[in-house]
């Protein structure tokens, strides 16, 4: 694998500005996953009873099998659970990851939904696992929950979120659904664009820490108040994040047949209280904050060095270490992925080239640099880039005494060292560059090698900077 699909960056230290509504510091979404008649069970055409997300610790399946209290465990969840969030949540927008099968045996609360002008976006046809179904099986399915929601609801679903998905779920769902966004992620506080699918895909990342899940596994909540405790600091955290100028979105998860119980609503009620005590807080559904975000940050496309062919890579970056395209060539058989397809990511494979060869390769890309304000400058056969460089800094601009003490000092220096003195102009003015000189001659040969592979390092970051952005 010379290629890693994986993106490990995103969006990095440069978070973009949300600028959600109103100037509002933090933009606040609930989902409410309604699954309950979409689990496993054999009346449903499964193979077993369902094991998942319930109050029944250590739950196991049971083949061929109906089970009593798992049903019943999610029967409440449509009974009581979802109109104990539906009265609690009403005013509020929410956007309901609906199971499509699940939905069709659920009109009145469909009809509640719609009521209360919620989103609802699709969570697959069924609640089942999909992380064995072949990629043509999980597409039919896609393209039969986007359907049956359809006649549901009386509209096709603008986000999807799978849950239990596969590696082909996200590529299916954008090749086949069309969506404004796609949730199958839990990789940022902020949405993203991807490539996939043969689209631009807007990802809306979803959550399962602020989520109600947490108390249906053994590492999770136990009580309301630890539920409460911990939605309130990721809230203040985010909501700080928000008055220092860095809005985020914060989501939180709710299943009908967990956060509908009363002792765990009434925890919701006391963080809604909370929030709400805020100013500068936007809830909204997650269709509004993809179509938001579209218009604010409409997907950019760029030349991906992760993605050019070997002439293109070493066409763009062969000329960034001076004189010694090899770096280049070897850079390009890394594993390169999405986190080097930034001016640090090209720098990070370039210079992890450079700091494996030896002594005498490094050697030879250090006498490949041209003495500053030297013969090579006068006589105009500098780079391009040494030459922009150089009269950055005002070398080109030499008083008569100036270019005297420059060539005395790149005589001593080539004399002592074996190789030319190399700095990164553009961090330094014309004096300080001399004054750097008259320093570092002074080192012993050790010292200034290391000395200055690091200034050969800081002059490529400069470039790729240069070209790239940062």
């Given amino acids: 694998m010379t290629r890693y699909p994986r993106d490990m960056t995103g969006h990095g230290a440069r978070v973009p500005q949300a600028n959600w509504p109103d100037d509002a510091r933090i933009a606040v979404q609930i989902v409410l996953n309604y699954e309950e008649g979409g689990e496993n ?16 610790t250590g739950a196991q399946p049971w083949p ?26 009403a005013a509020t927008p929410v956007t309901v990851y609906g199971v499509a099968t699940a939905l069709a045996r659920a009109p009145e609360q469909v009809a ?26 999980e597409r039919r399915q896609i393209r039969e929950a986007i359907a049956l929601h359809r006649a549901v609801t ?25 969506f404004a966004y796609i949730a199958d992620s839990y990789a940022d506080d902020l949405p993203y664009w991807m490539r996939v699918g043969g689209r631009d895909q807007l990802i809306v990342p979803y959550t399962l820490d602020c989520n109600d899940m947490r108390f249906a596994i053994q590492a999770g909540f136990a009580t309301g108040d630890q539920f409460e405790s911990y939605l309130r600091d990721s809230f203040d955290l985010l909501y700080d994040e ?54 604010e940050h409409p997907p950019q496309h760029r ?32 594993e390169l992925g999405p986190a080097h397809d930034s001016a640090a990511g090209v720098h990070g494979a ?56 420059f060539t005395e000092l790149n005589a001593a220096y080539t004399e002592k060292f074996g190789f030319p003195f ?28 290391d000395e200055a592979c690091r200034q050969v390092e800081r002059i490529a970051l400069l470039r790729l900077q240069e070209a790239l952005g940062r």
């Fill in 422 to 449: 190399i700095i990164a102009v553009k961090d330094h003015d014309k004096a300080g560059i001399l004054a750097a000189f008259r320093r570092r001659i002074d080192h012993d040969r050790a010292r200034e090698f």
């Fill in 303 to 334: 030349d991906r060095p992760s993605h050019m062919d070997r002439a293109a890579f070493v066409a763009a970056f062969g000329g960034i270490f001076e004189h010694s395209a090899w770096i280049a060539e070897a850079a390009f058989d890394l």
């Fill in 112 to 137: 509640a939904m719609q009521a209360a002008g919620w989103e609802i976006a699709s969570h697959g046809l069924k609640w089942v696992e999909h992380r064995d179904m072949p990629p043509e099986e």
């Fill in 154 to 178: 009386g509209q096709a679903p603008r986000g999807w979120y799978t849950g239990r998905c596969s590696m082909n779920t996200v590529r299916l769902a954008a090749e086949e659904g069309g």
């Fill in 242 to 295: 928000g008055r220092a100028g860095a809005p985020k979105m914060m989501s939180i998860g709710l299943h009908c047949r967990l956060a509908g119980r009363p002792g765990r609503a009434a925890a919701l009620k006391r963080v809604l209280d909370h929030i709400r005590g805020h100013e500068g807080v936007w809830f909204a559904t997650r269709e509004q904050i993809a179509d938001h975000w579209a218009h």
């Fill in 350 to 405: 370039l210079a992890r080239v450079f700091r494996s060869a030896d002594e005498a390769r490094r050697l030879a890309v250090l006498r490949a640099h041209p003495d500053l304000a030297g013969k090579l400058a006068a006589a105009g056969r500098l780079t391009a880039e040494s030459t922009a460089e150089q009269a950055g800094a005002g070398l080109d601009m030499l008083t008569d005494a100036e270019r005297a003490e």
């Fill in 64 to 89: 061929g099998q109906r089970h009593w209290n798992m049903e019943s465990l999610y029967e409440y969840g449509a009974r009581a659970g979802f109109w104990r969030l539906h009265r609690l949540l």
């Fill in 41 to 56: 069970n054999i009346l449903h055409g499964d193979a077993a009873s369902e094991a998942f997300l319930s109050e029944i």
